[in-house]
């Protein structure tokens, strides 16, 4: 310790150094941010770098260690100010007056600078003359400079994307014309970005490529992008019609914004049939192979219920043999089926056996995804639902607007019958929660048997007003819910004689 004393007596500038150097690390550590004082351990092994190479300095003979310790231990010194001076810049000036930070090449670049000014600085303390240096390694400068072109290209590119923000780390990108080089911004360096593709492989891509690419970026200005499906209708149905469908059956459809909103046009003639192009808008891309797969089923779903198929290649032949003897037993046991469900609906379990037939022959089967809103409350419709498979959720609007689930349906269960003998709009929004077959009977499957049963429009009435009053109980227990008032069984009665136009006195 008394050698260095004394060196630092001998050297006042070394003296007024360290001490300069020890101030800067307290005010570092003291001023930097939590996150970032480990930043600090470069100055501090710089200041102990200093201490050993000045204490070769000293302890070793004059001969050994005069020139090469002394300069080398104030280089380590003025490293340590230049560092710590530079960290304080950077976190008091710079995060104060600019809103946004400086990119971090650009940061390490004037690092890298303050450092070359150290060491001329050093060299020029030990009597080296820079320009010389400088001068006469103009061979060794150009070789190294031509060895090093690609790395100076996407040094000089990096600090391009880097100061013109055509994307940020977090941004999802995509870099050229194949769908599958689309990705998230990982880190963006001194050589090249690293970006995170769905696949969960990190590719890396030179910043020099980057900056001669159309880059494609997703998340700004907004995190929205509008995703593409195509499919295929026939000829036979009207394209308007195909067009509604379709945006009906997305309208919930999980992962899809409603706005803005979606829309389909009719894009092509070709030999399978009308192709349309449905374009909607989601804005998470991470997960857009999922929704773009949800939306496919639902329109899958969709035609299907109206009895649309989508249409193969012309050129694809179906040979099935199927004899009349197999086809009627199918349609024997879709009629079965269709017959047993009628038997799950109180109102219809008093109705004469060829009543129910003709009921079974009228029904129609419908299938609705997961997710499906099968009834939207306040819509009109009279249509009675028969759930033959899966489950749906009752739900209501409460006063503010949101949905209130009063119950789930399941199998054998009914929804429906109000709007099927009154025509009144629908009371509740049923939704599917799972995969579903249903029956469906209308209005016009069972007028007839009103007409020629003049008892049967008595009996569905007092069956409604009982279940009427059960609704009601479910909503009295949500506590959320003003319940509705429940008309009487003669007010159904004449309700359900209006709107199927029944005459006769019953």
């Known amino acids: 310790m008394v050698p260095l004393i004394q060196a630092w007596k001998e050297e006042p500038l070394h003296g007024a150094g360290v001490v300069s150097a020890v101030i800067t690390i307290i005010l570092v550590a003291l001023l930097m941010p939590k996150g970032q004082r480990r930043l600090i351990r470069g100055p501090i092994l710089a200041l102990v770098l200093h201490f050993l190479f000045l204490g070769f300095h000293v302890l070793l003979p004059p001969e050994e260690s005069d020139i090469p310790f002394k300069f080398i231990s104030l280089f380590f010194l003025l490293c340590v100010l230049a560092r710590g001076l530079f960290l304080l810049a950077v976190n008091s000036v710079i995060a104060r007056h600019f809103f946004q930070p400086w990119p971090k090449i650009l940061l390490d670049l004037i690092q890298a600078i303050v450092f070359a000014i150290v060491l001329i600085a050093t060299l020029s303390a030990a009597g080296v003359e820079s320009t010389s240096l400088v001068t006469g390694s103009a061979l060794v400068t150009a070789a190294i400079g031509l060895s090093l072109r690609d790395s100076l290209g996407n040094l000089v590119a990096g600090l391009a994307i880097q100061a013109e923000r055509p994307f940020e780390v977090g941004d999802w990108i995509q870099f050229d014309q194949r769908p599958d080089n689309i990705g998230k911004v990982l880190e963006i360096n001194w050589r090249a970005t690293k970006v995170l593709t ?60 409603r706005q803005p909103p979606a829309s389909v046009v009719t894009n092509d003639f070709n030999e399978r049939g009308v192709e349309y192009w449905l374009r909607y808008f989601i804005s998470d891309l991470e997960r857009r192979d999922l929704i773009d797969g949800g939306v496919r089923d639902r329109i899958w779903y969709a035609l299907h219920r109206h009895g649309i198929t989508i249409p193969g290649p012309i050129r694809q032949v179906h040979l099935q043999h199927i004899n009349r003897e197999t086809e009627a037993q199918e349609e024997e046991k879709l009629y079965f089926e269709r017959r047993r469900a009628l038997g799950y609906v109180d109102f219809l379990a008093d109705l004469p056996d060829d009543a129910l037939d003709q009921l079974a022959a009228a029904a129609q089967r419908r299938f609705y995804a997961s997710g499906e809103i099968i009834i939207r409350e306040g819509e009109g419709g009279n249509d009675l639902f028969i759930l033959h498979s899966g489950e749906v959720s009752v739900s209501v609007l409460d006063e503010n607007g949101q949905q209130v689930e009063l119950g789930r349906l399941g199998e054998h269960d009914f929804f429906g019958e109000m709007s099927l003998m009154t025509g009144a709009k629908r009371s509740a929004t049923v939704t599917a929660t799972k995969d579903c077959e249903v029956f469906v009977i209308d209005k016009f499957a069972l007028a007839p048997l009103l007409e020629s049963l003049p008892h049967l429009a008595e009996h569905i009435s007092e069956t409604l007003a009982d279940r009427l009053r059960d609704r009601q109980k479910k909503i009295e227990a949500q506590q959320r819910i003003a319940p509705p008032s429940i008309p009487d069984r003669r007010y159904l009665l004449q309700r359900i004689k209006d709107f199927f136009a029944i005459n006769q006195e019953t």
């Open 198 to 257: 769905l696949d969960r492989i990190v590719v890396v891509v030179p910043n020099s490529q980057l900056a001669q690419a159309p880059i494609r970026n997703f998340d700004q200005p907004e995190k929205v992008s509008r995703r593409s499906v195509f499919f295929v209708a026939p000829y036979d149905v009207p394209t308007r019609r195909v067009q509604q469908i379709v945006l009906d059956a997305i309208r919930d459809a999980w992962g899809v914004l």
